[in-house]
């Protein structure tokens, strides 16, 4: 008998097989492809944020959304978060650490909204209002949440699966136009 078996014959018992990553800041997290990925909720999407920049992720790199609305069935979430249409991404830089940490918040069809993280990162600013205008997604107590890239009167989120491709015909100069 080897000494591990002598040791487990002693009662000792090998350590368990992890369960995953440990959470951040409360929130489960991801690992894949070497990436890690934070999974708060809407009401805690601040917090977390805020926390993470008083721990070292000084810089929002980035402030996106994906409509999953036809590839619902092919993403991996940690257990206990439940897939929403919609996903607010947020890209954090760590230059100490020299990593990158993602955040992805999930957002039902029927309330898109999320809280603002203009008062924690105020560079989010204009990155919040192209995921309102392209997206439909609202920034709960954003400074100035008005169209960015599209016309002040035009109707609808030209990134929503939903939004009809092809709606206003281009005419390119010098194009003779149909033959």
Same mark, same amino acid.
């Not at 591990?4 to 018992?13: C, H, K, M, V």
């Not at 368990?16 to 995953?20: I, L, N, V």
């Not at 109707?155 to 939004?163: A, E, I, M, N, T």
């Given at each position: 008998m080897?000494?591990? /078996? ?9 350590d ?5 990553p ?11 492809l ?8 809407r009401?805690?999407?601040?917090g ?10 000084l ?14 069935? &092919?993403?991996t ?6 897939p ?8 954090? &830089? ?8 993602? &955040? $992805? ?8 909204t ?20 392209l ?13 960015i890239?599209?016309?002040? /009167?035009? /109707?609808?989120?030209?990134?929503? $699966? ?5 709606? &206003?015909?281009?005419?390119? $100069?010098?194009d003779?136009?149909p033959?």
């Open positions: 080897g000494d591990a /078996d002598a040791a487990r014959s002693d009662g000792d018992r090998p368990p097989a992890p369960s995953g440990e959470p951040i800041c409360g929130a489960p997290v991801t690992v894949a070497g990436e890690t990925t934070v999974h708060p909720n009401d805690e999407l601040v977390v944020v805020r926390s993470l920049r008083d721990d070292g992720w810089m929002c790199l980035d402030v996106t959304a994906v409509d999953h609305l036809a590839n619902a069935a &092919i993403r979430l940690p257990e206990g978060v439940e929403e249409r919609f996903e607010v991404v947020v890209v954090l &830089i760590s230059h100490e650490r020299r990593e990158r940490l993602r &955040i $992805k918040v999930q957002v039902p069809a029927d309330d898109p999320v809280p603002s993280l203009f008062e924690v990162h105020p560079g989010t600013e204009a990155l919040e209002r192209e995921v309102f205008d997206f439909g997604i609202a920034f709960d107590g954003h400074p100035d949440l008005t169209r890239l599209m016309p002040e /009167d035009w /109707d609808g989120h030209p990134l929503r $699966k939903d939004y009809a491709v092809g709606r &206003i015909p281009v005419q390119f $100069k010098g003779p136009g033959r």
